[in-house]
């Protein structure tokens, strides 16, 4: 406790009563006698005798005892606890006092922001040497707190000691967030190689933000738009503190926020989004031209020449000047174009992938407003992911349309990254293991070809001319200057009532990216590119067709033969060149079109006739026909035979497949109905449930081979091709049919190449040259004409039963092991039971021999004859 003040004055005071009392008199006096004029300031407490206040009086250190009771205010406790006692007081009085708002009108405003500025009137960094680098403890967990937010959550972020927390609790994880061993922080490497680049964006992943400040995290998801600039100027503060003069070559930094962790549809997009920081994906249909959007505008009152500004505007603000602070007139104002700002402003429109439509649904759309830096970072074609901030303008034309307010909705890009063919779909490792574990499968090419719309039957040839084009060859970039394509082109021509429409329509369901449309409804311009004016600014942009936005995919085209001529002609240039060339409305560009043609068409006369030639039969030219890597000619002929099994397939498919039969399988297995059900299955002849792959695992096994596989030609027999393109471009001349050209050499490699990819190999093996030039013989052989079909088969045989040369080898060593395993056991054994040959056994035998082992050998004919396959044994009939 202190002593009372002022003890000792007051003691001297009553001696001195008197004496005082005739100074007084005194000092009136000469006051009055003309003294300098001074006021009576009253006790003067700072003297020559202030000491004696502290001199120690025994008399007076004395305090009542009455109402004071030590022990029970402290009771036993020691000097450290009623230190912690006297901190926790001091932080609940700090908290207090910082709930006190300071007035407007007491702050200091002194301060200008022109301050900021250099000689030629731009923002430069000033760093303070009194700036607090880390924040207060108690302040820190008090807004780390989300309970701490009072009222709205727009409200509570606008506030400025919540704008100071966030700059600094953002700066902090700017310099603090490591990844594994690294020693230096993550984001200053960033930041390095950022201004290395001399570029102006911060990629920062999301998790990194929900790792280090979840509440940082959460208010970028639920206020982007008013956290975003202050991120951005959190990041602004560090580049210019470690590069002084970065602010010479950009103004701004902008932070991009990267892998936010929920993917929203378009078509899904509702009013709870809005305002909020989303992330979709889709293909860029339509790009506006670059325009410069105006950012900061400043005022000047002509009467006064007061200022008012900058003004920062958002969208459509606009602005209320109001009455100028100093003449207190309401104007005029004039703009000072010399202070103004603009900024890089472009629009896409952004459309569903083809994979994200469902069935029978038009694809939604939605505009896209890129700024900044992101402008021309996509083009028609490209697939994109855009995270921003899912927002709403006012659109004069919708409310006049609709007669009442409407608004339209856009996406604010915040960052914009062009997906890759091998991001479409994500592969886990389970996944992944099981597709390496199915490609050691020696029937996977059959299998491959069986679940190839495993609804139709037969039609074996289209199959196979399908999944080559699914799987695709290599594209060679020759030094920058010339492409080759890989992609394979087909074409399938049949009769009605052959399912050419159901083959397109099972590869859109299978390929991850197709893009399905018809001869009949499509234009040169539905299937290239068009040159549209912008409703907005009145000028022309581009908008892509069918092939470019399959780009990287596969384009399906129905009812071919239904197009005419002009349209036909316009995707030429496509289909080998992979690009489409637009010179229109004083645009000259090129758009890439990288991807496959499947196309059906119908013969001229509604029927193939098979007497005669391939030119006879369809309306379509020489050079639209040697764009097409393989010809399908499906005919729709009577044989007893096949048309009994392909009726009890067809029979049987309705049955497996009625609404009912699965419940009754899984409710009632032992049902009469049940039993039936399981009959057919079995009756399936080769086709049964187990041969075919599962869609999910097909679609993720061709995604994995077209992104990790890469074929390269090797060691195989050039001499093979050669031969074969001279005998097969010999024959041309002579008999008809298409062509040969050069292009047919490159389809035998581009077929090999997918051939091995089938197979996950690197390599192309003779075996894959093999079945290329078969599929372009067959291809050949059914453009002919019935008669010279059948002389050109026996002239070419030996390509056509390529494997009965293998077939024999195989048959061989199959010989040579029975004749061991039959020696072993009755020999040494004695045993006369059934000789087995495990088939694992055989397998092994023909790589160790360098044969390349086909599983159509356990069908063909010489192994049939003389020996059984039982399940994982051979044994002999």
């Known amino acids: 406790m202190s002593r009372r003040p002022r003890r000792g004055q007051q003691e001297e005071e009553k001696k001195r009563g008197?004496?005082?009392?005739?100074?007084?008199?005194?000092?009136?006096?000469?006051?009055?006698?003309?003294?300098?004029?001074?006021?009576?300031s009253g006790e003067e407490l700072i003297n020559d005798n202030m000491i004696n206040d502290y001199k120690p009086i025994p008399e007076l250190d004395r305090y009542e005892s009455e109402g004071i009771d030590d022990e029970e205010m402290h009771g036993d406790m020691d000097f450290e606890q009623r230190r912690r006692a006297e901190e926790e007081i001091e932080r609940r009085r700090r908290i207090n006092m910082a709930d006190r708002r300071i007035p407007r009108a007491a702050q200091d405003l002194?301060?200008?922001?022109?301050?900021?500025?250099?000689?030629?009137g731009e923002r430069v960094y000033i760093e303070d040497p009194f700036e607090e680098e880390d924040t207060d403890v108690v302040e820190e967990e008090r807004y780390l707190n989300i309970e701490e937010c009072r009222g709205k959550l727009n409200e509570w972020i606008k506030d400025d000691r919540t704008k100071a927390w966030i700059k600094r609790a953002?700066?902090?994880?700017?310099?603090?967030?490591?990844?594994?061993?690294?020693?230096?922080?993550?984001?200053?490497?960033?930041?390095?190689?950022m201004c290395k680049a001399n570029k102006q964006s911060l990629e920062v992943l999301y998790p990194d933000l929900v790792s280090a400040n979840a509440t940082i995290a959460l208010w970028v998801a639920e206020e982007p738009k008013i956290i975003l600039p202050h991120l951005n100027e959190a990041a602004r503060i560090e580049v210019n503190k470690r590069f002084n003069h970065y602010h010479n070559i950009h103004q701004e930094i902008f932070v991009r926020i990267t892998n936010l962790p929920v993917v929203d549809i378009i078509r899904d997009l509702r009013y709870k989004h809005l305002d909020k920081f989303i992330r979709v994906i889709g293909v860029v249909t339509r790009r506006s031209a670059v325009y410069s959007q105006l950012k900061e505008i400043t005022?000047?009152?002509?009467?006064?020449?007061?200022?008012?500004?900058?003004?920062?505007?958002?969208?459509?603000?606009?602005?209320?000047?109001?009455?100028?602070?100093?003449?207190?007139?309401?104007?005029?104002?004039?703009?000072?174009?010399?202070?103004?700002?603009?900024?890089?402003?472009?629009?896409?429109?952004?459309?569903?992938?083809?994979?994200?439509?469902?069935a029978g649904r038009v694809p939604r759309q939605k505009?896209?407003?890129?700024?900044?830096?992101?402008?021309?970072?996509?083009?028609?074609?490209?697939?994109?992911?855009?995270?921003?901030?899912?927002?709403?303008?006012?659109?004069?034309?919708?409310?006049?349309?609709?007669?009442?307010?409407?608004?339209?909705?856009?996406?604010?890009?915040?960052?914009?990254?062009?997906?890759?063919?091998?991001?479409?779909?994500?592969?886990?490792?389970?996944?992944?293991?099981?597709?390496?574990?199915?490609?050691?499968?020696?029937?996977?090419?059959?299998?491959?070809?069986?679940?190839?719309?495993?609804?139709?039957?037969?039609?074996?040839?289209?199959k196979m001319a399908i999944a080559l084009a699914m799987f695709g060859g290599e594209a060679k970039d020759i030094q920058g200057k010339h492409r080759i394509r890989g992609d394979i082109n087909v074409l399938v021509l049949g009769d009605p009532g052959t399912a050419k429409s159901q083959f397109l329509k099972n590869v859109q369901k299978t390929f991850y990216r197709s893009i399905y449309t018809t001869g009949k409804g499509a234009s040169a311009v539905g299937?290239?590119?068009?040159?549209?004016?912008?409703?907005?600014?009145?000028?022309?942009s581009i908008s892509g067709g069918a092939l470019v936005l399959a780009d990287k995919g596969i384009c399906l085209i129905d009812e071919f033969d239904k197009m005419n001529e002009h349209d036909r002609t316009s995707i030429h240039e496509a289909m080998e060149q992979?690009?489409?060339?637009?010179?229109?409305?004083?645009?000259?560009?090129?758009?890439?079109?990288?991807?496959?043609?499947?196309?059906?068409?119908?013969?001229?006369?509604?029927?193939?006739?098979?007497?005669?030639?391939?030119?006879?039969?369809?309306?379509?030219?020489?050079?639209?026909?040697?764009?097409?890597?393989?010809?399908?000619?499906?005919?729709?002929?009577?044989?007893?035979?096949?048309?009994?099994?392909?009726?009890?397939?067809?029979?049987?498919?309705?049955?497996?497949?009625?609404?009912?039969?699965?419940?009754?399988?899984?409710?009632d297995p032992d049902s009469e109905w049940s039993q039936q059900i399981k009959g057919y299955f079995v009756k399936e002849s080769k086709q049964t449930q187990e041969e075919v792959i599962p869609l999910e695992l097909l679609k993720k096994y061709i995604l994995y081979a077209r992104t990790h596989i890469r074929p390269k030609l090797q060691n195989v027999d050039h001499e093979k091709i050669s031969k074969f393109y001279y005998l097969l471009r010999k024959e041309s001349e002579v008999c008809g049919g298409i062509n040969i050209a050069i292009r047919h050499l490159e389809s035998i490699i581009r077929m090999a190449e997918a051939h091995a990819r089938l197979h996950l190999?690197?390599?192309?093996?003779?075996?894959?040259?093999?079945?290329?030039?078969?599929?372009?013989?067959?291809?050949?052989?059914?453009?002919?004409?019935?008669?010279?079909?059948?002389?050109?088969?026996?002239?070419?045989?030996?390509?056509?039963?390529?494997?009965?040369?293998?077939?024999?080898?195989?048959?061989?060593?199959?010989?040579?092991?029975?004749?061991?395993?039959?020696d072993y056991y009755q020999n040494i054994k004695n045993y006369n039971g059934d000789i087995r040959v495990p088939v694992q056994v055989l397998e092994k035998e023909a790589k160790t021999n360098g044969v390349y082992f086909n599983s159509d050998f356990y069908d063909s004919s010489k192994f049939l004859e003389v020996y059984k396959r039982i399940q994982d044994y051979i044994t002999l009939k």
Not at 111 to 120: K, P, R, T
Not at 527 to 540: G, K, P
Not at 770 to 795: D, N, P
């Open 18 to 40: 008197s004496d005082e009392e005739a100074q007084e008199d005194q000092v009136g006096v000469q006051s009055s006698e003309g003294t300098p004029d001074e006021e009576d």
């Open 170 to 193: 953002f700066r902090k994880i700017l310099n603090e967030c490591k990844r594994g061993s690294d020693q230096e922080p993550i984001y200053i490497q960033l930041i390095k190689e």
């Open 578 to 667: 992979q690009s489409i060339s637009i010179s229109k409305a004083g645009i000259v560009t090129t758009l890439q079109a990288r991807c496959s043609v499947i196309a059906a068409a119908n013969p001229v006369g509604g029927k193939y006739d098979s007497q005669q030639s391939f030119h006879d039969n369809v309306d379509l030219t020489d050079p639209i026909l040697s764009r097409f890597d393989i010809l399908c000619v499906v005919k729709d002929e009577v044989i007893k035979e096949a048309d009994d099994r392909l009726a009890s397939f067809v029979i049987n498919s309705h049955i497996r497949h009625h609404p009912m039969a699965a419940y009754e399988l899984n409710n």
């Open 527 to 540: 299937l290239t590119a068009s040159v549209q004016r912008d409703y907005s600014t009145n000028e022309w």
């Open 110 to 120: 002194s301060d200008s922001e022109d301050d900021d500025l250099d000689q030629f």
């Open 367 to 462: 505009e896209v407003i890129v700024l900044g830096d992101q402008i021309d970072i996509a083009r028609p074609g490209d697939e994109i992911e855009v995270t921003g901030v899912y927002t709403q303008r006012y659109d004069y034309a919708l409310n006049v349309k609709h007669g009442f307010p409407l608004y339209s909705t856009i996406i604010e890009s915040n960052y914009i990254r062009r997906k890759d063919e091998s991001e479409s779909l994500n592969i886990d490792k389970k996944i992944k293991d099981e597709i390496l574990k199915l490609s050691q499968n020696p029937k996977i090419d059959k299998l491959i070809y069986n679940s190839v719309a495993p609804s139709i039957y037969g039609h074996q040839h289209v």
């Open 299 to 358: 005022y000047v009152c002509v009467k006064c020449g007061m200022k008012k500004g900058p003004f920062y505007l958002e969208n459509n603000d606009s602005i209320q000047l109001g009455v100028c602070i100093q003449c207190q007139s309401s104007g005029p104002f004039e703009k000072l174009y010399n202070q103004l700002v603009y900024r890089n402003f472009q629009r896409l429109t952004l459309q569903e992938s083809p994979g994200q439509v469902p």
């Open 761 to 822: 190999r690197n390599n192309v093996m003779d075996f894959d040259i093999s079945v290329a030039i078969k599929v372009m013989l067959e291809s050949f052989l059914q453009s002919q004409k019935y008669s010279v079909a059948r002389q050109l088969r026996r002239k070419f045989s030996d390509y056509l039963t390529f494997n009965e040369d293998s077939f024999d080898l195989l048959l061989n060593m199959l010989n040579k092991l029975y004749r061991q395993q039959k």
